[in-house]
């Protein structure tokens, strides 16, 4: 399944091309429900917040090294990432 929030360029055409895929979308104004806003969440408190940075390759380079540190324990991955009400059966 494809989890989708209520941004414009999220459309129902995503999926169309393939008979195997599901799509959630989830509804508006609810980034908790939203796996990905809790990886930013971490990478900004754990990483990013509270510093200046020297310009674009610096931006991207510590938001690098951050998502690197975080994909680096499994665990913490598939805590911060699995929803028990995006589980999507196998008919």
């Known amino acids: 399944g494809i989890i989708m929030d209520g941004a414009g360029w999220h459309t129902l055409d ?3 091309p393939f008979d195997n895929v599901t799509l959630i979308k989830l509804p ?3 980034p908790e429900l939203n796996p990905i806003e809790q990886v930013w969440s971490w990478m900004r408190q ?3 917040a ?3 940075f020297k310009g674009y ?3 991207v380079n510590s938001c690098t ?4 540190c975080f994909i680096s324990d499994t665990k913490r991955v598939i805590k911060m990432c699995t929803r028990a009400w995006a589980s999507v059966g196998t008919n």
């Open 57 to 59: 390759d610096d931006i």
């Open 65 to 68: 090294k951050a998502w690197n």
């Open 46 to 48: 754990h990483h990013l």
């Open 14 to 16: 995503t999926v169309q």
């Open 28 to 30: 508006p104004y609810s």
């Open 50 to 52: 509270n510093k200046s």
